[in-house]
């Protein structure tokens, strides 16, 4: 009697994630993940590009050359597993288990990347004459400083003037089931080193001293306090965080002869960086310290208003889930800001981010493929 095979048969999108999870792409690490998109890309007739900067793959795959230009756009690296003893299942074996598939990069973003790969081979086999052009930006920097991802492609694609339309990128978007939230938009990120000198001295002959977190405290908590704007119909108010304070010898009995704090705003299209430059500068120069300020913008805010992009996603998830979903610009950065600020629309979407960047992170299957439904359907309704 012959041998019978008792493999459980997966559907093409979570086998495809599973290879992708399968390959140990800790950023900027992209451990062949983009060879094996690309080369399911090239059979459907996309042009190839890799671009590989300083520590980072990149590739740019474009299909067609007229107008509207859609382009999906994700990453194939991953924040490192932390002790992989922690985890239920071995982080980079991809084990699906009772219809979920565990591994880093599930959620966030190798399942996504899967189910853009598989939407784009069902809806070119579909419709080989397609009217406009279907693209890919992938890179293996965007867990990373992501500076020579997305970022430099996007300069690339720039210098050459050649423009993206609308993009959607695979970002897990959804909280509580699969496309309950579409990223409309996300916040800018603006960072500051600050350093304030005093002057070191002895705790007990303080008039000898200036203690610069004493001198610093006051300004502090005005900078907490104050209300930076009201946000509007699309974005919360701008928030003030600190984020490390560090200062002090060590020693119980010594001045610091400096303090050093680092902040960061996430802030509206209400203000704009040079205000809130501006205005911290003059709350730091009301209490009269001496200190050194250098910024960061780690990226500014971007707006999807509704129009034909954001219209059709929330139609292809409604027809795929039966359920609506709703616009937000909550949560962090994304590679999106890069992208959109060329005027292209962009918009988030992916799986449910609940266990994203945890120990045994992991996505449903069900979810994955219904996912790869929304993304053809999306592509259905702008290109078909």
Same mark, same amino acid.
């Given at each position: ?221 005005? *900078?907490?306090?104050? #209300?930076?704007?009201? &946000?509007?119909?699309?974005? +919360?108010? @701008?928030?003030?965080?600190? %984020? ?69 996603? *929330?139609?292809?998830? #409604?027809?795929?889930? &039966?359920?609506?979903?709703? +616009?937000? @610009?909550?949560?962090?950065? %994304? ?50």
């Amino acid at each position: 009697m012959g041998s019978q095979n008792n493999t459980p048969q997966h559907s093409e999108v979570v086998s495809l994630a599973q290879a992708l999870i399968q390959k140990k792409s800790v950023t900027p690490e992209d451990a062949n993940c983009q060879a094996l998109m690309n080369e399911r890309l090239a059979k459907l007739g996309f042009n190839i590009e890799e671009h590989f900067f300083v520590d980072t793959l990149n590739t740019w795959a474009r299909k067609g050359t007229d107008s509207p230009h859609f382009c999906f756009a994700g990453h194939t690296d991953v924040v490192p597993t932390g002790d992989e003893n922690e985890w239920q299942h071995p982080p980079f074996d991809g084990v699906i288990e009772n219809g979920i598939l565990h591994g880093r990069g599930a959620a966030d973003m190798k399942g996504s990347l899967a189910a853009m790969v598989v939407a784009t081979e069902r809806f070119v086999e579909k419709h080989p004459e397609h009217k406009g052009s279907i693209s890919f930006l992938i890179t293996s920097d965007e867990e990373g400083p992501f500076i020579n991802g997305t970022t430099k492609v996007v300069d690339l694609l720039e210098a050459r003037n050649e423009k993206i339309d609308m993009c959607l990128v695979g970002e897990p978007s959804s909280r509580d089931r699969l496309g309950d939230v579409v990223k409309n938009g996300r916040r800018g990120s603006l960072t500051g080193h600050l350093t304030v000198k005093g002057k070191q001295g002895h705790v007990a002959y303080p008039h000898l001293a200036h203690n610069p977190i004493h001198a610093v405290s006051p300004a502090l908590a005005e *900078l907490s306090q104050t #209300e930076w704007d009201k &946000g509007n119909a699309f974005f +919360p108010a @701008t928030s003030f965080q600190i %984020s490390n304070i560090q200062g002090g010898t060590g020693a119980s009995n010594v001045i610091p002869g400096s303090v050093y704090v680092q902040f960061n705003f996430r802030f509206s299209t209400e203000s704009t960086v040079e205000q809130l430059q501006q205005r911290t500068i003059a709350i730091l120069d009301k209490f009269s310290l001496e200190y050194d300020l250098n910024w960061i913008v780690n990226g500014l805010p971007f707006l999807t208003e509704p129009g034909e992009l954001l219209d059709v996603t *929330l139609a292809a998830i #409604e027809e795929v889930t &039966g359920l609506p979903s709703t +616009p937000e @610009t909550t949560g962090g950065t %994304s590679d999106g800001r890069f992208i959109a600020q060329t005027g292209c629309k962009v918009i988030e979407l992916g799986p449910i981010n609940a266990t994203i960047h945890q120990v045994d992170e992991h996505v449903s299957c069900d979810d994955l493929d219904k996912l790869a439904l929304v993304y053809e359907k999306i592509l259905e309704k702008l290109l078909s």
